[in-house]
């Protein structure tokens, strides 16, 4: 069963900066993708950024040239640094990965970790 580890939550101030990371049980080479996905009480589970086993690079309007999503193969690990905070970044952040076999894709899920951006 695949695992999903994320880490380095918390909670910071407006314009402050987080580095969120998302420890995969394998390597990250046999997903098709992966990304982070945000969550607040009431609301849908809303994407954030995705990167795709080639490096393609996908961002939520809202994050657009705050965030940058990254991979390190060599760990299985992925990576959001996320500057210049807002308030509006408030939320549970997952970590999520993808695949497709025999033409059926398969998602994955991290616990989840809360980030708080407050003064």
């Known amino acids: 069963q695949v695992q999903l580890v994320e880490s380095g939550g918390g909670s910071v101030q407006p314009g402050g900066s987080l580095r969120l990371s998302c420890a995969a049980s394998?390597?990250?080479?046999?997903?098709?993708?992966m990304g982070w996905y945000r969550q607040t009480p009431g609301k849908q589970r809303e994407l954030v950024a995705t990167?795709?086993?080639?490096?393609?690079?996908n961002y939520a309007d809202s994050v657009e040239g705050r965030f940058t999503i990254s991979r390190d193969n060599a760990k299985n690990t992925v990576y959001v640094q996320m500057n210049s905070l807002k308030p509006e970044d408030t939320a549970i952040y997952y970590c999520?990965?993808?695949?497709?076999?025999?033409?059926?894709?398969?998602?994955?899920w991290g616990q989840g970790t809360q980030v708080t951006v407050s003064s």
């Open positions: 990167i795709t086993s080639g490096g393609y690079r």
């Open positions: 394998e390597s990250i080479f046999n997903f098709n993708a």
């Open positions: 999520r990965a993808s695949r497709i076999r025999i033409g059926i894709e398969n998602t994955y």
